[in-house]
């Protein structure tokens, strides 16, 4: 009996490669090409998912649009120009460098440079401040005097 | 007096991002911006639902505004908004409906048990007119000018306060009706 279920559960990946819709492709390059397109893209009904994770109606018509855009030999830049015309660059999780995005791509850098001047700031000064023997502590003086 | 400007930054920095957390307070995440505002209709050439083997195209929309609405029998907010868009054909506003992937027989069944509000319907089986304008649910309504121009996408149900809200302002600010 167990041996049985064992068995039906080896069946199991078979039913759920079912579901996914399948594509034929002419090379390796392609469908791989496929994947990693289907990755970047962003589904606009589900949003924070890919086209390739979304179950949504519409990113089922995107991934078959790539797929058959990667068949007649579209690059991979004209597949996401494709998208981006209609649904905006929302659509690419690789934002284009733009003044509305100025933001986002520079904002790292300037927080970057804005902390490290401050750790530098501050490191200059405490190398350049005067080694006063008045800061020693009590017992640190005593020490000494006993040396 | 330097020593206390160089204080005064971390407030700075931290009313500017409270500022830019503010704006996006209550912004509708799920409205994206169309592209195609001020472009015109995508070209297609897509049979009609009502009448028989007649192709259709984007002259539909040449001189008048028009509103194109898309939508299916499969989709719950379509019957919900139905109503107003019977009311809105009454009031003589021009809709060319979109019937999204959607089954012919289906579609003629739901105009003719709850009327049909559209001055003609584009049959889109495939979603192909649908993905050149962007579409990403049903239903979606284009406001077109007279010209064949996009002037606004509204997504979700078109009512009373949309209507009045977004897309009479902009029919009225160019002047013709």
New interface residues.
Partial sequence: MIRLLLALCLLLPLAAAAVIDVYEFDSVEQEARFRSLTQELR???C?NQSIADSD???AA??RA?TAEMIRDGASDRDVVEFF?????D?VSYRPPFAVNTLLLWLGPVVVVLIGGGLVGRQLRRASQAPLDDDDMQPDERQRENEQ | MKKSLWALIPLVLFLALVVLLYNGLGRDTEELPSTLVGQPVPAFSLPSLIGEDRMLGPKLFEDRWSLLNIWATWCPTCYVEHPYLLQLARQGVAIVGVNYKDNDEKARTYLAELGNPYTEVIVDKRGTLGMDLGVYGAPETYLINPQGHIVLRHTGEVNERAWQQKFLPLIKGEGVQ
């Avoid at chain 1, 981006?84 to 905006?88: E, K, N, Q």
């Fill in positions: 589904c606009p009904k949003q949504a109606d519409i018509d995107m649009r981006r015309a209609r649904y905006g929302f």
